[in-house]
Nanobody, 126 residues
């Protein structure tokens, strides 16, 4: 089983940038597709981005397209989320998630992922 630990959250002004990271351990990292979700205050957890095990394909929720970039370094067992042009609506706890490459199902659904980190807070001040 894979364990996930997020880092890099913090406070940033609107229009600024931040990169959050998620370090994985306990499994062969390239065998897992990775995703970022977020949970704004008082709201449900929502999909942000997904990257396949080899890093060849990425998917984003419309609200972050052109601003956020998901990437991974399989040699470092780490997935990243680079966030640019941040808005106050991006304020949330950001979670990374993993699922085995062979699993099918809706990548946009939180229920498609079996492994989760503890989350990291991102606060965007206006």
């Amino acid at each position: 089983q894979v364990q996930l630990v997020e880092s890099g959250g913090g406070l940033v002004q609107a229009g600024g940038s931040l990169r959050v990271s998620c370090a994985a351990s306990g499994g062969t990292f390239s065998r897992y597709a990775m995703a970022w979700f977020r949970q704004p205050p008082g709201k449900e957890r929502e999909f942000v981005a997904h990257i396949t095990g080899g890093g060849t394909s990425t998917y984003y929720v419309d609200s972050v397209k052109g601003r956020f970039t998901i990437s991974r370094d399989n040699a470092k067992n780490t997935v990243y989320l680079q966030m640019n042009s941040l808005k106050s609506d991006d304020t949330a706890v950001y979670y990374c998630a993993a699922r085995e490459n062979w699993r099918t199902g809706n990548i946009y659904s939180r229920y498609a992922y079996g492994y989760w980190g503890q989350g990291t807070q991102v606060t965007v001040s206006s």
